[in-house]
């Protein structure tokens, strides 16, 4: 009846695992990778979806959004909006319904190389950076400075060669270009230039993006391979909450659209300040505006790539300060989630920021709080995912590249548990117990399983005490700051083409060597 | 049609819920309490957890566990089990139903203090500390020393006066006992004179057990009343994975059983060394070896409570050492509570361990991810939550208190989503956009939900950049130091009466002052 075949005859099996595993893993039996399903976290009921799903369409209906554009109230109008006395425009629900029909849900963020390209379809993850911090934080001196456009180059660089960092949407400002023009520019330079991930960023005026465009176009090798493939979206804040669309920034949305440049359509609201104190209020809200923000999107341009990009965040009631690193924001973000899920909709929410003002305990355990919950809903785009601290006002270099071995451990558990014949494990279990070892060490399954299954930190540490010891007791953050140089020490792969370059350089002003 | 009564007219609510702030909140208005309910995670499907029911009967009838004792043997004959010639103990599937079918579901463990009790029912959750560490660490001094019986009191005390902290299993072993009955007896002395939440201990022999229920007995006020609220639990390590039992352990259980305390059973594989490597073959192997100590119990005494306590490991299959702090591991513990339900019984297992040596970044990640995700898959006993580090070897007093603020944003996150009518918040919307304030801050429903929806971190750190550094850049592990000698500095309110516990004194050697 029982197979009592013991694991050490098998080995056959056994040097082909190990002749493979002397191989590099392909990509897709690594055992974590960019575009994991998560879908096993469902903070809402279906019930619950639907009640705030009808909320979402009231509000559009009853309250609508003030201080849209002439051009977008035009633009809205023409597909059935309605502009009231008041001033606010109103979307009746067969507007709603008919638009979230025939939204595009089949969006690709390009990066520069195909190989970072991230597919937005279903629960499937993806972590990156995301923000406007306007301090670095300095580990060594325990002190906040302002962010430059190197620190924002180094960041980008750092993230081009971190595994589980997936896009790089600018997460801090240079703070060393005082003209918004230099600045928006030399910001997507100080990205493309860093890393050949998909990248994300903003611009403070319509004005500022057809120069954006002309540089991209020449990044791209023209405006037909810049449209083909965009490289990077616009992070676009669309809305003041609560409802209040931002009159500029819908002028930017509508510029970048004709650019061909995908559009995340972010809704930031406080819970507790610009949106209401509930989750469940805050989640209605975030809804609704990004719902006006998709039928903008319709009337400007049907099925442009955008990304519902419900972003609530979280007061502490307390101050009124934000905080991002409680478990209020972690659930406001993981309900968001599925939501995006409801609309089969691609979309992104804020994770893994921390409060804490430096990569200490409470740093970690605001960033996985948040982060892990995020993945386990299927949040498409986790933005905010590394290096954010003090509530988003700090960039964190060290804590970037910490961030990485944490969002590693967080894709191992979106991956979740495969319950196959083989995993189930019952002949292995025979073997090693009736007559085998009586341990697991060294049979096929095990080996096999260790290249496949099981996710190693880079910096994390799992010595033991006596080991530690002899290694010196070594510090987590030194040994982060010493990854750091030497990822900065190195020539970034990422770099433009030499003609490429200074064609840009004379075109532009760019303010980095 | 809409409502635009401005928030301010509204003033006879807002000020009853202004005086109602003022009182105290009752326990069940709280932001969070023990025995939340989670469930809302699961990483396992139906047909998943079916799967690894039907493998895990197949072990228990085809292979069987070795070692039990002769009593233990006799025991399980008479209600059917089989023993094999190989000296294996086999379960046919339908006693394996039978003893499923009559289990006791309705555990409550006691607290000294009836306050503390916890209802083991359903998805709640509740959190505790747990383990045999041989480390005490020094974090001044990035030092791991020997543990000692007054670490293990100052650990009980500590654990008294934290909110998110509701069991007390003994963390660490004192280690300046060398005799090891004196060091069971001592050890529950110095938990219950610490604490009167619910305790957990282990028993090195099965003689040592009548001296302990003595003791327990003069601590309860007679043997009767210890019955009534058996306040001290058995952690029994009835198995010695893969698929043996440990016979002196099972000796323990049975006089323990007799005795009238609760069990919970304990099975401790490790994957990828003591149990399959695969996440769903270690749960196959962890919930055979339950089911068999079920059946255990159940041979001895028919609906004694047991917990199911599939705590399975993970190895780190580099080295082959322990990882608790692994996206595996919290997995394997997710997915063990999901087991725990699909039988509707109340069961435990492992979260929060940290695989680093001190309370850094990497700390706060590893205990945050398996804390949150044991909580969200609604797993009733989550044990090892805090305080422990170097993968179980070393446990941290500072630790301990700041992962009370961890867990209380993972209870937060346990709490959920609530769509209420009242949380959609249309008419709060309404009256904020249209002719309200155009934000949330003071109306009434943020200060109502201030208090009842968010939580707010003791030591936790959320000020600005700029309040922190004219806060002097706070750190945050002094600040649990401080924190520490401040609980240390006071009387406690859990020590026994002074003739009881003189009489203890009398009666047995114990070694605290």
Redesign the interface.
């Known amino acids: 009846?029982?197979d009592q075949t013991p694991v050490s005859r098998r080995a056959g099996g056994r040097s082909a695992r190990k002749a493979a595993r002397a191989a590099a893993l392909p990509d897709h039996m690594r055992p974590i990778r960019p575009g994991l399903s998560g879908g096993?976290?469902?903070?809402?009921?279906q019930?619950?979806m639907e009640?705030?799903h009808r909320?979402a369409l009231?509000?559009l209906e009853?309250?609508g959004l003030s201080e849209a554009p002439a051009s977008g109230i035009a633009a809205m109008e023409a597909i059935g909006a309605r502009l009231g006395d008041?001033g606010?425009i109103r979307f009746p629900r067969a507007l709603v319904e008919d638009v979230l029909a025939s939204a595009n849900r089949q969006i690709t963020l390009c990066g520069r190389d195909p190989a970072n390209d991230l597919d937005l379809s279903g629960h499937r993850v993806h972590y990156g950076t995301a923000g406007a911090a306007v301090?670095m934080v300095d580990v060594d001196a325990?002190h906040?400075r302002d962010s430059t456009l190197q620190d924002l180059h180094d960041a980008a660089r750092i993230c081009d060669t971190l595994d589980n960092i997936h896009f790089v949407q600018r997460p801090m400002v240079a703070r060393d270009i005082t003209d918004n023009r230099e600045m928006d520019l030399n910001t997507i330079y100080a990205c493309v230039s860093g890393t050949k991930k998909h990248i994300g960023t903003s611009f403070t005026e319509p004005s500022f993006v057809p120069d954006a465009l002309e540089m991209l176009h020449m990044m791209a090798g023209g405006e037909d391979a810049w449209r083909e493939r965009p490289f990077v979206s616009n992070s676009n804040c669309f809305v003041v909450p609560?409802?209040?669309f931002a009159t500029e920034s819908c002028e930017v949305m509508e510029a970048c659209i004709r650019g061909g440049m995908p559009v995340l359509l972010l809704s930031a609201g406080q819970?507790?300040?610009?949106?209401?104190?509930?989750?469940?209020?805050?989640?209605?809200?975030a809804v609704a505006e990004c719902l006006a923000g998709l039928c903008y999107v319709h009337a400007i341009k049907p099925g442009h790539p955008a990304i519902f990009g419900t972003w609530p965040f979280v007061s502490?009631?307390?101050?009124?300060?934000m905080?991002g690193?409680?478990?209020?924001q972690?659930?406001l973000s993981a309900?968001c989630a599925q939501m995006h899920k409801f609309y089969g909709l691609p979309g992104g929410a804020a994770a893994g920021i921390a409060?804490?003002?430096l990569?200490?305990?409470?740093?970690?355990?605001?960033?996985?709080?948040s982060n892990?919950?995020a993945g386990?809903a299927g949040l498409n785009m986790v933005y905010e995912a590394a290096g954010m601290h003090?509530?988003l006002?700090?960039f964190c270099h060290e804590?970037l590249i910490?961030g990485d071995?944490?969002i590693?451990?967080?894709?191992?558990?979106v991956r979740?548990?495969?319950?196959?014949e083989?995993?189930?494990?019952?002949d292995?279990?025979?073997a090693?117990?009736?007559g085998g070892p009586?341990?697991?060490?060294g049979?096929d399954?095990?080996?096999g399983?260790?290249q496949t299954?099981?996710?190693?930190?880079a910096?994390?540490?799992?010595?033991?005490?006596k080991e530690?010891?002899e290694n010196g007791?070594p510090?987590?953050?030194a040994k982060a700051t010493a990854r750091k140089e030497a990822i900065l020490a190195t020539r970034s792969p990422a770099r433009l083409p030499a003609d490429v370059d200074a064609a840009i350089r004379a075109r532009f002003h760019i303010h980095l060597d």
Do not use: F
């Open positions: 009846m029982t096993t976290y469902t903070p809402l009921t019930e619950g009640k705030i909320a009231d509000a009853e309250i008041d606010r301090h325990r906040y609560p409802m209040k819970a507790g300040a610009t949106a209401p104190a509930s989750i469940a209020g805050a989640i209605v809200q502490d009631l307390r101050t009124g300060a905080s690193g409680s478990g209020e972690a659930l309900g409060d804490a003002k990569p200490d305990m409470q740093a970690g355990w605001e960033q996985a709080t892990v919950m386990l003090a509530s006002l700090g804590s910490l071995d944490l590693g451990q967080a894709l191992r558990c979740g548990i495969e319950v196959t083989d995993n189930l494990s019952l292995v279990m025979r090693t117990c009736m009586g341990h697991y060490l049979s399954q095990t080996l399983l260790m299954d099981y996710v190693y930190p910096l994390g540490d799992r010595t033991s005490p530690w010891n007791k510090d987590l953050i």
